[in-house]
Structure formats: structure tokens, C-alpha cells
């Protein structure tokens, strides 16, 4: 099983950024997916999360500017990050969560989301 994330980068505050996290190895609508972040200093936090029926939850710090999104045909998750800020800044992850578990059983390899002022 793979998770490749890809998309981060260096973006100024009021900017955008697109994340993308492909999977392999797995079958992909199955899974529940999900975007963490850890800024430098602090604890993993969930951002986002999109289940195999396309509920979705958003954290309430980047509700209304971030965007999951899932093509179940290309086996990829997305998230489209607008105005964002300072505090956005942190290595982003992706992560795969088969139904009815607590924790993701599968992680990519994270991206640096950095957010200048």
C-alpha cells in the first residue's frame, strides 16, 4: 500500500494551494481518506476527511477555506487550500481509513505546507 502526497509548497497568506494524494495497493473506495497536519512544536491534528459515501468533516480551523475532495476513478484525494494564513503552515499527510476502524491504517509520507506573511 502507497500514499504519495504531493502539492505543498511555499504560498503567501491570502494564497492557495492544491494537495493531491494518490494511492495504490489498495481499494481506494473502500477507504475512508483523510488530510493531518503537524506544525513544527505541536501535535497532529485531523483538517479534513472524506468517508467511501462522501461524508465529509472539516476542522472548524479551516472550515470554510479548505476543500476535500475524492475521484474514486483515479484512486486520488484532494485538498484545496484558499486564504490561507500563517497558521496553516505544517507538514501536511495524507491517510487511508478502512469503515467501522478508529485509527488510519495507512500514511503517506507528508508535504510541507509553508505560508508566509
Known amino acids: 500500500v502507497q500514499l504519495q502526497a504531493s502539492g505543498g509548497g511555499l504560498v503567501q497568506a491570502g494564497g492557495y494551494l492544491r494537495l493531491s494524494c494518490a494511492a495504490s495497493?489498495?481499494?481506494?473506495?473502500?477507504?475512508?481518506m483523510m488530510w493531518f497536519r503537524q506544525a513544527r512544536g505541536k501535535e497532529r491534528e485531523l483538517v479534513a476527511s472524506?468517508?467511501?459515501?462522501?461524508?465529509?468533516y472539516y476542522a472548524d480551523a479551516v472550515k470554510g477555506r479548505f476543500t476535500i475532495s475524492r475521484d474514486n476513478s483515479v484512486n486520488t484525494v484532494y485538498l484545496q487550500m484558499n486564504s490561507m494564513k500563517t497558521e496553516d503552515t505544517a507538514v501536511y499527510f495524507c491517510?487511508?481509513?478502512?469503515?467501522?476502524?478508529?485509527?488510519?491504517?495507512?500514511w503517506g509520507q507528508g508535504t510541507q505546507v509553508t505560508v508566509s506573511s
Open positions: 491517510a487511508a481509513k478502512r469503515k467501522f476502524t478508529a485509527d488510519p491504517q495507512h
Open positions: 495497493g489498495v481499494t481506494f473506495d473502500r477507504y475512508g
Open positions: 472524506i468517508n467511501s459515501s462522501g461524508w465529509i
